[in-house]
């Protein structure tokens, strides 16, 4: 068994707030036992808004800039795993990814560039990221391999299935999600990917009002059989659980999805003949 724990976060103008509740929150999370802790979208910052906006490029950062320095920090500190998704400043002047990086026990251990960016609903992501070159991959900790998709990238069911073949028994999904509307669909999506990828998936959203938009929280963590195992609201805090990745294993051999996979029927996904 392992702790996995999803922060929601409520963004303010001022990073090193952000940085200091982000602090306490992860503090918390470990002080329940969590070995490994997903922060939301780049949480140190507030969102992109509805519209392209240059003066938005202040929040970005270097790696180890003061959003992976804290976390890093922390991991070391804490001796836990914790997924930090910041605005990344590549090394080449104007170019900047949507990134998330793992570290344990104060190294960095995985990093992964959100490879699909809408530019549509408010959220122009194209204007401001340039999408990641390679797919999502894994990564071990406890016992348990872990891979990481982005928000937006739910929508995919391929980004889910890639980590499922690599053998991810948790899928980490660091979002930024606003918009009534979109509740239902949102909570459906991450049921679905657990459940037909028979793995568990643990989603940390942001919460409380930037501009125009109303970031609605229900981070949560659910189980390889689309079971919500734990929930939050609309509020800032932590949502905890303990899993158990041998079950992941188990409802493989017992629905043996992967088995009967043909992947010689499906060229047409990716553009084949």
Known sequence: ??????????????????????????????????????????????????????????????????????????????????????????????????????????????????????????????????????????????GATIGTIICYERHFPELGRLLALQGADVMCVPVACASEPTKEVFQLELRAHAAFNSMFVVCANRVGREGGKQYYGLSAIYGPDGTVLAQRGDDEGVVLAGIDPATVAQRRRVLPFFRDRRPDLYGAIAGEG
């Open 1 to 142: 068994m392992i702790t996995v724990a999803a922060i929601q976060l409520a963004a303010t103008a001022d990073r090193d707030e952000n940085l200091g509740r982000a602090e306490a929150l992860i503090r918390h999370a470990s002080s329940g036992g969590a070995q490994l802790i997903v922060l939301p979208e780049i949480f140190a910052a507030r969102f992109v808004g509805t519209e392209p906006d240059l003066e938005y490029f202040r929040w970005a950062e270097p790696v180890y800039g003061p959003s992976n320095s804290m976390v890093r920090s922390l991991s070391a500190e804490l001796g836990t795993t914790i997924l930090s998704p910041i605005f990344e400043a590549g090394d080449v002047a104007g170019v900047y990814h949507n990134s998330t990086f793992a570290f344990r026990d104060g190294e960095c251990v995985h990093a992964y560039r959100k490879s699909h960016l809408p530019f549509s609903n408010g959220f122009p992501e194209k204007f401001y990221f340039r999408p990641g070159s390679a797919p999502p991959s894994t990564f071990a900790i406890d």
